[in-house]
């Protein structure tokens, strides 16, 4: 189990690039997490949910994405509520301290999801979330420490050089922690040194010291980490490429922004996400309005920042704008949430770039989705994960067909369009179609380069690692109780 001094040390990434090392040395392995906290989720072929990183470690080990590779997802509504998925499904909404209170059967089905993966793969990866040093969450924890003792796994504590303070990192958390579960810690590492190593042998030498656990690698920044899909919106980042600009506003609940992945990858590309407080930029090729947890929450957001008055504008010059699923539903006349399904119950007004009028209503739709365009009938792959329903005239220039039906919006002038369907920029043909109709070039193979960047980490895992000491550190499962 590879666990963190804290949160976005990289653990992702590493599980990842080790799972797709030790796939390469002739290992099935897979990928674990038992409690993650994201609203980038993956969709798996059973139509359940995972967090995206999950599903970029199943990719490194040569899986399919599994609900059982992430059973517990807790997706934000709110500042201290989230949405609880359990073993791919929604179990409800849940406020952060009656969460922490009742785990009830969540240690059980984390348990479960794990010995079914256990029993089918020479190795398990877990990744452990957020870190175990916050010991006012030790009781009743299914994420970190309470997972490992209760399955019986040994840890490898990993600490972010690039931070700063990596020694009081460590250290810190060998002192914090009780004599249990610090026995449970077999080695450290530390990620994301830039320089030369040679400079840290002997920190290295003195968090070995003072904690006795030995050291498993000193890791350098792997620059390349860009290119693979990112999970958090810590991660999510602008790209500077070439003269086609895509603006993104940074909503407060964005949700599955991994349609911004491929674009960023475009060495024609440049993709600039703009946080709160800032004018959306004039000289914009493309706005794209994200997904979102929280559509008429978010909406309010893009309002209270006046990205509205520059969404318009944008329009009024020319430009051109995209919704993906909630963003989609933001661009239409009217949102109506009778029910709350989506906050507090209510009607608000779009942003009326579409002739389109949204209803939340319904159960959650989350399916693989395979798509073709109307005009030119190229094949798009995506994903959709979303509640409600929108229909009205602009529906009638639908710019997709899905599963035999119309799918998505355009704007009489052809320059707004919106769809449901996620994850549509991966698929190369419909990418270079639509930066061609912005005036640009499509250079890139999007999958082939993720699978070149997997290699290229797996690589520098191989050399900055050791990962024969990793591999020995390893143990047997225990039986699971009865």
């Not at 490194?60 to 517990?72: E, I, K, S, W, Y």
């Not at 979102?292 to 006046?306: E, F, N, P, V």
């Not at 919106?418 to 994850?423: A, E, I, Q, R």
Request: net charge negative; glycine share 12%; aromatic share 6%.
């Amino acid at each position: 189990m590879i666990q963190g001094t804290g949160s976005n040390v990289g653990k992702s990434m590493l599980v990842a690039g080790l799972a797709r090392a030790l796939r390469l040395r002739g290992l099935s392995v897979a990928p674990f997490k038992p409690q993650n906290m994201s609203n980038n989720a993956a969709v798996t072929a059973d139509g359940g949910e995972i967090g995206r990183a999950q599903a970029l470690q199943a990719r490194a080990a040569g899986l399919a994405p599994h609900t059982d590779m992430n059973p517990v997802l807790l997706k934000p509504e709110t500042d201290t509520g989230a949405q609880v998925i359990v073993q791919g499904k929604r179990r409800g909404t849940r406020a952060a301290g009656s969460f922490m209170r009742d785990k009830a059967g969540l240690l059980e089905a984390t348990l479960e999801s794990f010995h079914r993966l256990a029993a089918q793969h020479d190795i398990i990866l877990i990744e452990g979330a957020g870190s175990p040093a916050e010991t006012n969450l030790r009781k009743g924890d299914i994420a970190n420490m309470g997972f490992a003792e209760a399955a019986g796994v040994p840890v490898v504590l990993v600490g972010d050089i690039h931070r700063g303070g990596v020694i009081a990192q460590i250290v810190g958390t060998h002192t914090v922690l009780d004599a249990n579960d610090r026995a449970r810690i077999k080695a450290f590492a530390v990620n994301r040194f830039r320089g030369d190593l040679s400079l840290f042998d002997g920190g290295r030498d003195d968090i070995a010291r003072w904690t006795s656990w030995p050291s498993v690698g000193v890791v350098p920044w792997f620059w390349d980490a860009w290119k693979l899909p990112a999970e958090d919106m810590m991660d999510i980042a602008s790209h500077a490429g070439g003269a086609c600009k895509v603006v993104v506003p940074q909503l407060e609940r964005m949700a599955n922004f991994d349609d911004l992945d491929p674009l960023a990858a475009e060495p024609s590309v440049t993709v600039e996400i703009i946080p709160p407080g800032r004018a959306l930029p004039g000289d914009a090729d493309l706005v794209l309005i994200p997904g979102s947890k929280s559509t008429i929450g978010d909406l309010a957001y893009l309002r209270a920042q006046g990205w509205d008055i520059d969404i318009l504008a944008h329009h009024r010059r020319g430009g051109h704008v995209l919704g993906l699923c909630g963003g989609y539903q933001m661009l239409g006349q009217t949102i109506d949430d009778p029910d709350g399904v989506d906050g507090q119950p209510g009607k608000v007004a779009g942003l009326g770039l579409l002739d389109v009028h949204t209803v939340m209503a319904g159960d959650k739709r989350v399916t693989l989705s395979d798509a073709r365009t109307l005009a030119g009938d190229l094949p798009v792959s995506g994903y959709e994960i979303h509640m409600g329903r929108t229909t009205g005239p602009d529906c009638a220039r639908a710019w997709l067909t899905l599963e035999g039906r119309a799918e998505g919006a355009t704007s009489a002038d052809g320059r707004v369009r919106g769809s449901y369907l996620h994850g549509l920029f991966a698929s190369d043909a419909f990418r270079a179609r639509f930066l061609a109709d912005l005036g640009h070039q499509s250079d890139i193979g999007y999958d082939a380069g993720v699978e070149a960047t997997l290699d290229a980490l797996a690589a520098h895992l191989e050399r900055y690692m050791d990962i024969d000491r990793l591999l020995e550190l390893a143990e047997p499962i225990p039986a699971r109780p009865r």
